[in-house]
């Protein structure tokens, strides 16, 4: 039963074709740019025109150095599109590293942004491997730079229709870098057909409780797009029909004042963001505009201090489990029909797990033999995961791909459990968990008990080396306010009682901290904390 | 960048995965069975170890002679996930018809419906090629049968853990076959991706507007399983997490309890069955239980005068277009923010299009040379289509495959045209379109109009062979009252005045008819109607 017609490829530019035509009037937003889609669509063709006289071609890498803005929507459609590759460097990275990566990438044309010339031009000598720069200013002004073949991103754009190629879905449409325990941070990248599938499955699961996204919603998403290119989200919203509100580089006055002003009702972001948006001093004159959002954590365990404060203002969240490998988020604590009927406080918790898998994901909990463990809520094990849309592997690094993909089962080096419902919660990263006394202690539980006591700010557990359990936990605690070790210990008593956590997973030391270290995607850096005992 | 791992393909076994466990509870009901997913996903299971202890192997074809039932829903999961094909036959179709595309399909098993027994029966020896029958019955009795090698359904089941293979997302999920205009009916068929795909797609577009499915919602699909495996309905909800009521053989009545009964509030089918509803004697009394269900509609136009009558019951309708090659609809009327800002009876009509092109949806009209025609709303072409899950050609029938499939676009031999927002209304099959004096009338607008005109009830407009204008119009008409021909006529004046319709359109001749054939599906069978001039 087959014939050698061929059928349609899974590609961006129809999902682009689909929000330009479907939401045409529907805006992204940048600073004082409101672009609707139709009108988006038209840019991301001028991009394209201009990119081509430059002689960007099929196979190319594009890379791009700049926070969240409107261009960088634009390089995230065009260059892909053109069936060239877009690099999304992190440009939290130190210098170095950032040209470790765009030289490994093979980076041939560099969209940059003004405020990272500096950077780039002390490292000039090193870049003779790029082809041609295109700066990008908001200032108005044409940068002056010591680079080699450099165009202005506005002359650059050729204001005529451009016609994107018929891409083949395998087509790789970007590629980015992830930072590991050990080493340079390895290079992951996706395919079109991938972040169609990918795309395509967000959309559908956005609508299920506890997100409830319907097309009235608007949209801010705190992942950089240089990170996952932002889970997905710009080309999700070309599907669900969403405004979309650009911040730049993340600040939160400006991300409230986004809030009040554009009307945000959903975000996805890390944790760590959403601790300093409602820490921030001035958060109560915000708190109307705060009712009804719904946030979606991924990157990081919520802890349930933060999901409790956020329930105070009428913020929904919900958390998801994933990886730069794993395309972002492989799990969403979306309601199931069995955890809708609970009462709330029940629906919180899970909530709060990392959720459940997202259609077409297949994950379990294995043992270091790689058999796999029940789904009991207890039987610790790494993560590992499959579904159509993961990385095939890490860049020019068959070693590690081949331990990434053991036995045909995407390894996540993360640890976690599975309850009778399907629900995964992440543990700790393998590296992070306590073993002490022969047991697991998981720093994330711990840290997310501590984080309900009075007066706590953020926290984060270690485990450092002892003679007698071979490991304990220690805990580095930023104040909210006066707070000495007694309050945490009565506090964490209470936790022992109420059948929370053991009596002996109660740290051993708790050093008191003006902030924690936090990694470029505004993790907790718990390398940097292990250096400080 | 490309490393030798694979990723996971798409197939049905991973949606049934996902709609067992999350949607564990919700149930899919049968006249007194009520089955949850995660049962319904154990019973796929026996009924695999059954087909497998009685020979059934991958690449094989198992037929389903059978109304719209929950043993029918075990088979459209359970034999794609073995790797074998189902095919679902078209019990409408006259018994030589039905032997010719069993023959053609080459099935090698059949479950069959006891009541379908003496047709099968009667040729007997014609079905020599059939290795295995599995009869199913609602008696609760083993039914005595002539056939050889038979098996009784409920004895095959076997319960315990089947282990379904890992299929490529490639393998042939399912074969059906399609009436045209002349010869036998012809085989389409579709792949396990292509029916994730289209699934997937449907579940996300399902909750836009006007339909605004959620997971609360129940469903009520009366599309039959024979009929493109109900536009994949039976695997769409086990994404989106519906309850889904199963009716049988059609018949009003029934319909009307189960409503009420279940709850039902979304409904997919043709405008025919809708009109049998709202025609139905004892509707009144069923007022209530229809205000708030929405009912999408495909296979024809839906008449205006249907709609406005759907409306006062609280109705909400949206059409639908697509065709047994295109797996159902690929055009949805959801509105797109434009058509949402729109009032209400603007939204109506935008509702009564065929709608817009679903995601990864390519849909064009042209002219007779293969041009595309401007999207005006005025010029008339054919319809043709690109989408990742449409049938990839008729089975074993190379050439009329290359004319459907000519210059890579599917021909669906219809003509319509797309307006300034991209939404498509179908005018005609080609052989329906009436061109007279060189200009071509819609009958489907035509018929839309006439079924406003009071007292219609049902009316399809053919045209027959006129000397001076090359064709004319003639109306077949239902009464639903008091009627005389020169109501119609004074009605059809009004409609001039009102700029719906062209003078010159009005029918020579309006018949007067009991009642209108149907096709197999519950069209209007246009070919049966033009025998009566």
């Given at each position: ?18 929000g ?7 805006e ?6 409101r672009?609707?889609?139709s009108?988006?669509k038209?840019r ?6 201009g990119?081509?006289?430059l002689?960007?071609r099929?196979?190319?890498v594009?890379?791009v ?6 261009r ?8 892909p599109m ?5 690099h ?10 950032v040209l ?6 093979d ?8 405020e990272?010339?500096?950077l ?5 000598d090193?870049?003779s491997f790029?082809?041609?720069w295109i700066v ?5 002004n ?12 506005d ?13 083949g ?9 992830t ?14 057909k991938?972040?169609a599938?990918h795309?395509m ?13 319907n097309?009235?919603?608007v949209f801010m ?10 889970w ?12 979309y ?9 400006n ?6 002003k554009e009307?945000?009702?959903?975000t ?7 601790y300093?948006?409602?820490n921030?001093?001035?958060i109560?004159?915000y708190?109307?505009?705060l009712?009804?959002?719904?946030v ?5 365990a919520?802890p349930?201090?933060?999901?409790l ?10 958390s998801g489990y994933?990886?730069?490998e ?9 309601f199931s029909?069995r955890?809708s ?12 797990t990392?959720g459940?898998?997202?259609p077409m994901v ?5 043992d ?10 207890r ?6 995961v ?5 990385t ?8 590690r791909?081949?331990?990434l993909?053991r036995?045909g ?6 640890l976690g459990?599975?309850d009778?419902?399907?629900?995964v919660t992440?543990?700790?990263r ?5 073993k002490?006394?022969?047991?697991f202690?998981?720093t ?8 309900e006591?009075h007066?706590?700010?953020?926290v984060?557990?270690v ?10 936990p220690?805990a580095?605690?930023v104040k ?14 209470d936790?022992v009682k109420?059948g929370k ?7 051993d030391?708790?050093l ?5 270290p936090k ?7 718990k390398?940097?904390?292990?250096k400080?005992?």
């Amino acid at each position: 039963m087959s014939n050698p017609v061929s059928t349609q490829d899974l590609t961006i530019k129809d999902i682009l074709e689909f929000g330009a035509t479907a939401w045409s009037e529907t805006e992204i937003v940048y600073k004082n740019e409101r672009v609707t889609f139709s009108q988006f669509k038209e840019r991301v063709s001028w991009l394209a025109m201009g990119l081509t006289e430059l002689g960007v071609r099929q196979g190319d890498v594009v890379a791009v150095i700049d926070w969240d803005t409107m261009r960088y929507m634009e390089a995230m459609f065009a260059v892909p599109m053109m069936g060239a590759t877009l690099h999304t460097v992190n440009v939290r990275y130190p210098p170095e590293v950032v040209l470790y990566t765009m030289k490994h990438a093979d980076d041939s044309y560099v969209i940059v942004r003004d405020e990272f010339l500096p950077l780039i031009e002390k490292f000039k000598d090193a870049f003779s491997f790029v082809k041609g720069w295109i700066v990008y200013s908001e200032s108005g002004n044409r940068p002056n730079s010591a680079l080699p073949n450099v165009r202005y991103y506005d002359d650059l754009l050729i204001k005529t229709h451009f016609d994107f190629p018929e891409l083949g879905e395998e087509s790789v449409a970007m590629v980015f870098y992830t930072s590991g325990t050990t080493g340079m941070p390895k290079g992951v990248w996706f395919t079109h057909k991938q972040i169609a599938l990918h795309t395509m499955v967000l959309t559908a699961v956005g609508r299920l409780p506890p997100l409830n996204v319907n097309p009235d919603d608007v949209f801010m998403i705190l992942v950089p797009l240089f990170h996952i290119h932002s889970w997905d989200y710009p080309q999700t919203v070309m599907l669900s029909g969403n405004k979309y509100v650009l911040s730049g580089k993340y600040d939160v006055e400006n991300i409230l004042e986004l809030i009040r002003k554009e009307k945000v009702t959903y975000t996805a972001t890390v944790p760590t963001v959403l601790y300093m948006i409602l820490n921030h001093p001035r958060i109560r004159e915000y708190a109307e505009y705060l009712r009804g959002w719904r946030v979606v954590m991924g990157g990081a365990a919520i802890p349930r201090g933060l999901a409790l404060k956020a329930k105070e203002f009428g913020i929904t969240v919900a958390s998801g489990y994933g990886m730069s490998e794993t395309h972002g988020p492989v799990t969403v604590a979306f309601f199931s029909d069995r955890v809708s009927q609970m009462n709330e406080n029940a629906r919180l918790n899970y909530a709060l797990t990392g959720g459940r898998p997202l259609p077409m994901v297949r994950i379990k909990v294995v043992d270091t033999e790689g058999r796999e463990l029940p789904h009991d809520g207890r039987s610790v094990g790494e993560i590992v995961v499959r579904a159509p849309w993961l990385t095939e592997g890490y860049l020019k690094d068959p070693e590690r791909t081949s331990k990434l993909w053991r036995n045909g089962w995407l390894h996540t080096g993360d640890l976690g459990v599975i309850d009778e419902f399907g629900y995964v919660t992440f543990m700790d990263r393998e590296g992070d968990a306590i073993k002490s006394g022969g047991e697991f202690i998981s720093t994330l539980i711990l840290e997310s008990v501590i984080s309900e006591c009075h007066k706590v700010g953020e926290v984060a557990v270690v485990g450092v080396k002892d003679e007698k359990w071979g490991q304990r936990p220690v805990a580095f605690i930023v104040k909210a306010g006066t707070l000495e070790e007694g309050d945490i210990g009565s506090c964490l008593e209470d936790a022992v009682k109420q059948g929370k956590i053991q009596r002996w997973w109660i740290p051993d030391k708790f050093l008191f901290v003006e902030a924690l270290p936090k990694t470029s995607t505004n993790k907790v850096d718990k390398k940097e904390l292990r250096k400080l005992i």
